[in-house]
């Protein structure tokens, strides 16, 4: 299929400036996604106090182990749709758009129902502390209203995406994340609603991006036009998003308990610490968004020409990745650190909760580069339909080896350093155990017939 002004042709000509076009509207749209959650920690740590800074950052962990299954069948939709476009399959990219847009949509409505009904009983299981609690049971249930909102759009931007088009989801944020800050403004400042009024602004602006991007899809002709009228499920692709997608989902919700494990181990240390970590963890978000930016590139490119049949290009768009996120990382992630007390101060006046936060960024920002590199050969195996074998790799390299490295060595020695210190060096391990996949499985494409 031809692409249009917007979309970058992944499957034709010179392959490192596209790559950089497609990357970078991919890190502004992550930065402003992640600009929601920053505004919420913001707005409440200047004007909410402490207690409410720690309610809203100790609740992340929790929402992405909730929401990373489903999240996951996004990235089985991205395949699926960049894998029919390449190999110019046009019925199947429609059928996979509406099957996608109807899945998103079930999924949200299920995971607002469950959020609202267990928020309160997830954190008490979570220990946490009872100054938090309350604060953080209210900024949840709110929070999971925006369920279908935030599925749906992630699902469009990834159906956008699959075709080269980053640009568009980028200006729908835009507009979103206007309307999320100012109501975080007026909510919480004006009308003294606390967490609930920056739950309620992120609620709000998710509903906004979601409406926005069916719009879009709606005004489209031809393969990409959306239409309610035709929401339905086609059992063919929908097993197709599966096979992809739930082991990506697995994946993240299993990283996710091992994170909420870790976050039950911070709070062991007390609400100045919970706050500190929170901050720190949404600073290094922004570095993780842009080299996550760069495992989207090599899933869409490497599906795309795997529907193309193009096996020279697909090596070459690992080997081109891998170098782009080792550069992304270091330098963002850097930086991130070397400035950290000054970003730390953007969150809290408290010096304690500074100096927490620090610590997590010295052990973590320091090589995350290791961290992008490992996402983004999981996209190279993702892009060649190779989904379950980096899925297990990262179960048991990344997640199975954090606990166990909390269960043991953190119980011996029980501070913050030796926690942190669990991250890169489950990252370096799971890397080269996805190194090692990945020349056996390219190896044996080079006999298939695509």
Same mark, same amino acid.
């Given at each position: 299929m031809k692409a249009n002004k917007k979309e970058v042709d992944m499957i034709h000509g010179p392959l490192l400036g596209k790559m950089i076009a497609f990357t970078i509207?991919?890190?502004?749209?992550?930065?402003?996604?992640?600009?929601?959650?920053?505004?919420? +920690?913001?707005?409440? &740590?200047?004007?909410?106090?402490?207690?409410?800074?720690?309610?809203?950052?100790?609740?992340?962990?929790?929402?992405?182990l909730l929401v990373n299954l489903f999240m996951g069948?996004?990235?089985?939709?991205?395949?699926?749709?960049?894998?029919?476009?390449?190999?110019?399959?046009?019925? *199947?990219?429609?059928?996979?758009?509406?099957?996608?847009?109807?899945?998103?949509?079930?999924?949200?409505?299920?995971?607002? +129902?469950?959020?609202?009904?267990?928020?309160?009983?997830l954190l008490v299981w979570m220990g946490s502390p009872d100054d938090v609690i309350g604060l953080a049971t209210t900024y949840l249930q709110i929070y999971f209203l925006g369920m279908p909102a935030l599925l749906t759009y992630n699902f469009g931007a990834a159906i956008l995406r699959a075709i080269g088009n980053t640009r568009t989801p980028l200006y729908f944020l835009m507009a979103s994340g206007i309307v999320n800050v100012v109501l975080n403004l007026v909510l919480v400042i004006g009308f003294s609603m606390d967490v609930a009024g920056v739950a309620t602004a992120t609620v709000v602006s998710e509903y906004i991006s979601a409406a926005l991007?069916?719009?879009?899809?709606? *005004?489209?002709?031809?393969?990409?036009?959306?239409?309610?009228?035709?929401?339905?499920?086609?059992?063919?692709?929908?097993?197709?998003?599966?096979?992809?997608?739930?082991?990506?989902g697995i994946q993240g919700t299993v990283f996710s308990l091992s994170n909420v494990v870790i976050q039950s181990a911070i709070n062991s240390f007390g609400s100045t610490v919970i706050a500190g970590n929170s901050a720190a963890s949404n600073i290094e978000g922004f570095v993780?968004?842009?080299?996550?930016?760069?495992?989207?590139?090599?899933?869409?490119?490497?599906?795309?020409?795997?529907?193309? &049949?193009?096996?020279?290009?697909?090596? *070459?768009?690992?080997?081109?990745?891998?170098?782009?996120?080792?550069?992304?990382?270091?330098?963002?992630?850097?930086?991130?650190?070397?400035?950290?007390r000054q970003l730390l101060h953007i969150y809290t006046d408290s010096q304690p909760?500074?100096?927490? @936060?620090?610590?997590?960024?010295?052990?973590?920002?320091?090589?995350?580069?290791?961290c992008g590199m490992m996402d983004t050969m999981v996209g190279c195996l993702r892009g060649i339909g190779k989904s379950i074998l980096p899925m297990i790799m990262s179960?048991?390299?990344?997640?199975?080896?954090?606990?166990?490295?909390?269960?043991?060595?953190?119980?011996?020695?029980?501070?913050? @350093? +030796?926690l942190y210190m669990a991250y890169p060096i489950t990252w370096a391990i799971t890397l080269s155990a996805h190194i090692i996949t990945y020349v056996i499985c390219f190896k044996r494409m080079r006999y298939k017939n695509f």
């Open positions: 509207p991919v890190i502004l749209s992550g930065v402003l996604q992640l600009l929601f959650n920053a505004a919420d +920690i913001i707005v409440v &740590g200047r004007f909410a106090g402490n207690e409410s800074l720690a309610a809203v950052g100790s609740t992340s962990s929790l929402i992405n069948l996004s990235v089985g939709a991205n395949v699926t749709v960049a894998f029919y476009f390449g190999c110019d399959h046009r019925e *199947k990219v429609r059928d996979t758009i509406h099957t996608s847009i109807t899945l998103s949509l079930v999924c949200g409505v299920f995971l607002s +129902i469950f959020g609202m009904l267990t928020s309160h009983q991007v069916l719009y879009y899809l709606h *005004k489209q002709s031809d393969v990409m036009h959306f239409s309610f009228k035709y929401l339905g499920i086609k059992t063919d692709v929908l097993g197709r998003i599966i096979r992809i997608g739930l082991p990506a993780y968004m842009a080299m996550n930016a760069v495992s989207q590139t090599a899933v869409t490119f490497t599906s795309q020409n795997f529907g193309a &049949g193009d096996k020279g290009r697909i090596k *070459k768009v690992m080997f081109l990745c891998l170098g782009i996120v080792v550069a992304v990382g270091l330098i963002t992630g850097e930086s991130a650190y070397l400035f950290g909760v500074v100096e927490a @936060g620090l610590v997590r960024m010295s052990y973590i920002c320091t090589t995350y580069f290791l179960i048991v390299g990344a997640c199975g080896l954090r606990l166990v490295w909390i269960a043991t060595i953190f119980q011996i020695r029980h501070t913050e @350093g +030796i």
